[in-house]
């Protein structure tokens, strides 16, 4: 084997043996035959991909509009007038002064986090922010030590590091180099919602200079939250406060692409200088054409219906299995700090009225108790309002919610296995003989050390019943882990016995 090779496989073969090796999910390993399955790894939050009315829409559009293969190359070189349209009518829907289309969120990110940062500028980034800011900022102009990360969601910590900084940094503190902020409005593997409005005044106080710039990445909120659908930054009033907004259209639209909201001059220096933009392909026509028919849906209020039931699963979930794990050993099975029953942090209150409602109804069926101390912190956190949107005005939990565990592959494998009506106490008539519930682990380096979990995501396709095998899945597969450890003890300490007994033999004979 050649040296490359050999070096190639050594690297995978530490991976398998720290059973973290990637690999591509394959359906027919995760079904039987005869099998229904009930995904809980996909981003399509709203179930978008599975609805009739949208795929009816983009095939009438497909059919009525003549170019739709391809897209002819580079923006740069070939006219694309179903891009500009895009651009245009997004620029209006999210109340931003410009928009340039990627062929992805990775895309926009890399592209933007490589060339605007000027030589001398610091980038500080949220610890948990994802993989693309992190690619974009190592082909950026700028050193190492200006990549600066802080604590997840600490307000104190970010003004701590622009204070350390700024003590240090003479052309921060005139205003001649700038301070880049970059946060997720939405986390992707912890389900955790940035305190959006505390950053931006913690960077407007202590940059009165007007040279600290905020990037909120709203991949995962698009489509849930806000006006329409529009996200939290819109939902706080954001807009004018922020330096660029990200939003993708792969997972609550279920299309391809991605969006980011800046303004004109920015544009226009992406279009010089932004390498992911410039030396690719751009999106077909009709991936621009299928997203079109995504924000159709968004604007005549179809999916708010759709966010409004998926915000009522998450609570109903959270509520429910918060239950069965206080007979769950933490070290075996646990929800994130941020989920835990009564936590200061937890909000309520949905991008509308009538679905904060539903919420609070629902998940007062499940946990009443729960849910009246989590209206007691809402109350609170809603006395500051007065006419202003408010600090907060979603609701934990989001439709991501990590289940961490030290054995994540153990729990996957049990779910997808799992009978439902061989642990069911109800009628077996109303109980799926079969399902297959798909779930992923997920493990460092994803998410940081000694974090592994199973990641559920929420979709608004699902039903209660669905919720209700998953949570019935978790706690038979915790019920019979605690089993085989206390056989497993039972056993060592029979043969730890057994051994005493045989040396005190021993020592007599």
Not at 102 to 128: K, M, R, W
């Amino acid at each position: 084997m050649r040296s490359l090779e050999q070096k190639l496989s050594a690297a995978l073969k530490s991976r398998d043996e720290r059973l973290i090796r990637r690999r591509l999910p394959e359906f027919s390993q995760i079904v039987t035959s005869g099998q229904s399955v009930i995904d809980f790894t996909s981003n399509d939050y709203l179930s978008l991909s599975r609805s009739p009315t949208l795929r009816r829409a983009v095939l009438d559009a497909l059919g009525s509009t003549p170019d739709i293969l391809g897209s002819g190359g580079s923006r740069l070189l070939v006219p694309a007038p179903a891009h500009a349209a895009l651009e245009a009518r997004l620029c209006h829907f999210f109340d931003a002064e410009a928009a340039i289309l990627f062929n992805s969120g990775f895309d926009a990110n890399v592209g933007l986090f490589s060339a605007v940062p000027q030589p001398g500028d610091v980038v500080i980034y949220d610890e948990l922010i994802h993989a693309s800011v992190h690619d974009g900022m190592r082909t950026s102009r700028l050193s190492r030590d200006s990549l600066i990360s802080f604590a997840h969601n600490s307000v104190p910590a970010l003004k701590h590091t622009i204070r350390r900084l700024l003590c240090h940094g003479e052309d921060l503190k005139t205003g001649k180099a700038s301070i880049f902020v970059a946060v997720e409005s939405l986390y992707s593997m912890d389900g955790t919602f940035a305190p959006l409005s505390e950053i931006v005044d913690c960077v407007e106080e202590m940059l009165p200079l007007g040279n600290g710039f905020v990037i909120v990445d709203e991949a995962h909120a698009t489509g849930i939250y806000g006006p329409k659908g529009r996200g939290l930054v819109a939902s706080l009033g954001l807009e004018k406060r922020i330096f660029a907004r990200l939003h993708t259209f792969g997972k609550s639209l279920a299309a391809s692409g991605a969006v980011l909201l800046i303004t004109e001059l920015v544009r226009d220096y992406l279009l010089n200088y932004a390498r992911s933009f410039i030396y690719t392909t751009a999106l077909t026509n009709a991936s621009v054409i299928a997203a079109g028919c995504s924000f159709d849906m968004l604007e005549d209020g179809t999916t708010e219906v759709l966010a409004a039931h998926l915000m009522e699963l998450c609570a109903f979930f959270v509520n429910r299995i918060r239950v069965h794990l206080k007979s769950i050993p933490p070290t075996l099975l646990r929800l994130p700090d941020h989920l835990k029953e009564c936590s200061s942090r937890l909000q309520h209150g949905h991008r509308s009225g009538e679905a904060g409602h539903n919420s609070h109804r629902e998940a007062e069926g499940s946990n009443g108790k729960s849910l009246q101390c989590d209206r007691k912190q809402s109350a609170k956190s809603t006395q500051r309002s007065t006419g202003t949107p408010s600090s907060q005005p979603f609701q934990f939990p989001s439709q991501i919610i990590p289940l961490l565990t030290a054995e994540p592959r153990s729990l996957s494998s049990f779910l997808l296995a799992f009978s439902p009506s061989e642990h069911s106490n109800t009628d077996s008539h109303h109980t799926p003989p079969s399902v297959a519930i798909y779930t992923k682990p997920i493990f460092p380096p994803t998410v940081p050390r000694e974090t592994s979990r199973v990641r559920i995501c929420l979709q608004a396709g699902h039903t209660r019943e669905d919720v209700e095998i998953l949570i019935q899945g978790i706690v038979a597969w915790a019920h019979r882990r605690i089993e085989d450890a206390r056989h497993d003890r039972k056993e060592w300490n029979q043969l730890a016995s057994e051994i005493g007994v045989r040396t005190w033999m021993e020592s007599k004979l």
